[in-house]
């Protein structure tokens, strides 16, 4: 599989927006997903993951009730939707794919990365 991720831009404190990760091959739905991101001068960190079916999530605490992960199968994408932005958001996000079950958050769990989209949020 390989993976396209789109959306990032520049938005505005508190505002909103959605990123795209579109998955070639006709096996998107045997991976699990995940977003991670990388702030400038910081290490690469993990933001949210999804299941296979899309029945199960997990975000990291600085992004709980913000960001929404969410999956389509049929259409081989997964979405980050980011509402009340902050500008320590400001990173480049990358989306990427596992064999693992469940909904991991660990890199080196993940087996397939896209290349990042740069979402900058203005104070």
């Known amino acids: 599989v390989q993976l396209q991720a789109s959306g990032g831009g520049l938005v505005q404190a508190g505002g909103a927006l959605i990123l795209s990760c579109e998955a070639s091959?006709?096996?998107?739905?045997?991976?699990?997903m995940g977003w991670f991101r990388q702030a400038p001068g910081k290490e690469r960190e993990f933001v949210a993951s999804?299941?296979?079916?899309?029945?199960?999530?997990n975000y990291a605490d600085s992004v709980k009730g913000r960001l929404t992960i969410s999956r389509d199968n049929a259409k081989n994408t997964v979405y980050l939707q980011m509402n009340s932005l902050k500008h320590e958001d400001t990173a480049v996000y990358y989306c990427?794919?596992?064999?693992?079950?469940?909904?991991?958050?660990?890199?080196?769990?993940?087996?397939?990365w896209g290349q990042g989209t740069l979402v900058t949020i203005s104070s």
């Open positions: 990427a794919a596992t064999y693992y079950s469940g909904t991991p958050y660990r890199e080196y769990e993940y087996d397939v």
């Open positions: 091959g006709r096996t998107f739905s045997r991976y699990g």
């Open positions: 999804i299941s296979r079916s899309g029945g199960s999530t």
